[in-house]
């Protein structure tokens, strides 16, 4: 069992966005990750998620509730973002199936970049390297599979990890410093949410 806290801001854009094709030639040098199979309890609820992670053959079962709702935060003058504060927990179950009844199958193609802190500085990793506290920057793209296909949809997330007290420190410099990079990008409040908010929306939409 595995237990942790992080503090996230997420944002979703629809696939035919004119920022998507920006963003992704943003993350073209990320090496992507092999496509992964997500499923999610239908909770209904913007502040609980429950996923088996990988799909039908994981032993994961990850659980996460939002303990605080920051409010907007501006990382730069264009960019403003929902920042929240989860608490998590990860356990191995080998009865995550209720053959399919009642979940959410989420196919993810993912881009990571890893941040950790040197000296309140954010520092990228480079190949397998690992911090104690940062900061991820991923992108994903994001499409719900099955009988609840749907368009597809990018999503732009940074996850702080490490100790509960660096959390904000990480994702604050962390976010400043990649921003920088697109100094002209443009998100909005309103497209910023977690994923248990964003599938709660998609299913609102169905």
Known sequence: MKFWESIEVRWFL???????????????????????????????????GLKV????????????????????????????GELERWTKLCVASSDADDEGRGWLTLRKERRLRMFGLERGRP???????RFRAG?????????????????????????AFGPPETLLEALYAVGRGVFAEQPDLRLEGSESMGYPAWLVERSAQR
């Open 135 to 159: 900061c991820t920057v991923e992108l994903t793209r994001v499409e719900l599979v099955g009988g609840d296909a749907a368009p597809a949809a990018w999503t732009l997330g940074l996850e």
């Open 53 to 80: 992670r990988g799909g039908r053959e994981t032993t994961s079962l990850e659980t996460k509730f939002r303990s605080c709702a920051f409010g907007p935060v501006h990382f730069a003058p264009t960019i403003l």
């Open 14 to 48: 629809p696939a035919e966005d004119a920022r998507v094709r920006r963003l992704t030639s943003w993350f073209s040098r990320v090496p992507a990750e092999e496509p992964r199979i997500d499923r999610y309890v239908r909770t209904q609820r913007a502040d609980l």
């Open 123 to 129: 520092v990228e990793a480079k190949g397998e390297g």
